[in-house]
Structures are given as structure tokens and as C-alpha cells.
């Protein structure tokens, strides 16, 4: 069974205290994985893909690494506007179309 | 957000009672995906299409129905609503290279 975990479920910052999340997955064959910012009363917001181990992403305060088994998002430097829930989603190597596979998410506090 | 609309925003329905969500997209994506968000649990698939006239099961379909008539809509429908489905129900239409969410509806069955 495919499966995506994400620790920590949440995490308090101060502004400027720089910290990553993890998303360690368990599937048969990765072809991509995802992740997502989520505001409180809005859908998911598309932050990466990231498609094999090495690869790197950033955007603004945040990067995003991959390895064979799990993926990192540092937050470098945050700011409160950075608070969130962050969502991280695999999607499977199959014949057709395969659906995201979703973890439970990290809710991220910057505290000011 | 842009590109997928979902109604209505909010809904209150008794025990019994059925009802449609309905999404839209102007994004001209095959793939269309009713996802529901509850505490602790994370976003869980229901129901997903890859085309017009194509549905499929997801995780957790039991109680949904789903039908996708025209390329742009993509409707979920509970027949005899239950409190187990008060939730936040999300469409999500995309590629292989991400998707985009709708603003969600949410649903409290009483």
C-alpha cells in the first residue's frame, strides 16, 4: 500500500528561526512528488514537483530536496505570512492516470 | 482559486437528505477529483474522472456517486446523507504536473 507520512504535525517558529519538514513516502514506483501550502478555509495552493532523488526546488523562503525515500521542505528565515498547513502528495508509477496520494500535513506557526 | 469553481460554499443537511456539489473548471483538464479533508485525516480521494464520461473509485467511495456529463463539470452527489460525511469536500482538476484545488465546500449533516 502506498503511503505518505509527514512529521512533525506541527511546528512553532519565531520569525528568522529557519526549520525544515518531512515527508518520508513508501510506494512502488515514485513518478512525482508534490507539495502544497493550505490557508485556513482554502484549497491547497501547488508549491513543487519534484521527480528524482537530488533534485531541488526553491521558491522565496522555501526549498525543497528529494531523496530515494523522503523529501525535505526548508523554510529559510520564515515570516508569519509563512504560516500554514504544507502538504505533501506522491503520485505512483501505474498504467493511466493515478490520483495523488496525500499525508496528513505539518501546520507551520511563525510567530512574530 | 483560479480556473475551478465549486458550489455551494457551505451546506447544513439533515440525516437522510441527499444532495449535488458541483465543479467547474475552465482549465480544459481531462482529470477531475472529488478529495474530502477531515481533522487528523488528511485529503482523502472519493471518486476521480480521467474524461467525459469516465468515473472511478478512490478511497473512500462508499455513500458518493459521481457523474462527469460534459469535460468542464464534474458533479458528487450523496444520496442518503449520513453524519460520517460531515467534511470538507475539495475539487481538484490537473495533469501529471500538479493540480489545482477548488475553495472547497463545507458540509455538516445533522
Known amino acids: 500500500e502506498d503511503q505518505v507520512t509527514q512529521s512533525p504535525e506541527a511546528l512553532r517558529l519565531q520569525e528568522g528561526e529557519s526549520s525544515s519538514l518531512n515527508c518520508s513516502y513508501t510506494?512502488?514506483?515514485?513518478?512525482?512528488l508534490f507539495w502544497y501550502r493550505q490557508d485556513p478555509g482554502k484549497g491547497p495552493e501547488f508549491l513543487f514537483t519534484?521527480?528524482?532523488a537530488g533534485e531541488e526546488k526553491e521558491k522565496e523562503r522555501l526549498k525543497a530536496t528529494l531523496t530515494k525515500k523522503e523529501s525535505f521542505l526548508h523554510i529559510t528565515a520564515p515570516k508569519p505570512e509563512d504560516s500554514a498547513t504544507y502538504l505533501c502528495?506522491?503520485?505512483?508509477?501505474?498504467?493511466?492516470?493515478?490520483?495523488?496520494?496525500f499525508g496528513k500535513g505539518t501546520r507551520l506557526s511563525v510567530i512574530a | 482559486n483560479a480556473g475551478v469553481t465549486q458550489t455551494p460554499k457551505f451546506r447544513v443537511l439533515k440525516t437522510g437528505q441527499s444532495m449535488t456539489l458541483l465543479c467547474a473548471q475552465d482549465?480544459?483538464?481531462?482529470?477531475m477529483y472529488w478529495y474530502r479533508q477531515d481533522p487528523g485525516m488528511g485529503l482523502r480521494l472519493i471518486h476521480y474522472?480521467?474524461?467525459?464520461?469516465?468515473?472511478a473509485k478512490g478511497e473512500v467511495p462508499d455513500g458518493y456517486n459521481v457523474s462527469r456529463l460534459k469535460k468542464q463539470n464534474f458533479l458528487l452527489g450523496l444520496e442518503s446523507a449520513a453524519p460520517s460525511q460531515t467534511s470538507v469536500y475539495f475539487c481538484?482538476?490537473?495533469?501529471?504536473?500538479?493540480?489545482?484545488f477548488g475553495s472547497g465546500t463545507r458540509l455538516t449533516v445533522v
Open positions: 502528495a506522491v503520485q505512483v508509477i501505474r498504467s493511466g492516470n493515478t490520483p495523488l496520494v
Open positions: 474522472s480521467v474524461g467525459e464520461g469516465t468515473t
Open positions: 510506494v512502488s514506483g515514485l513518478r512525482g
Open positions: 481538484a482538476t490537473g495533469t501529471d504536473y500538479g493540480y489545482t
Open positions: 482549465m480544459n483538464h481531462e482529470y
Open positions: 519534484l521527480y528524482s
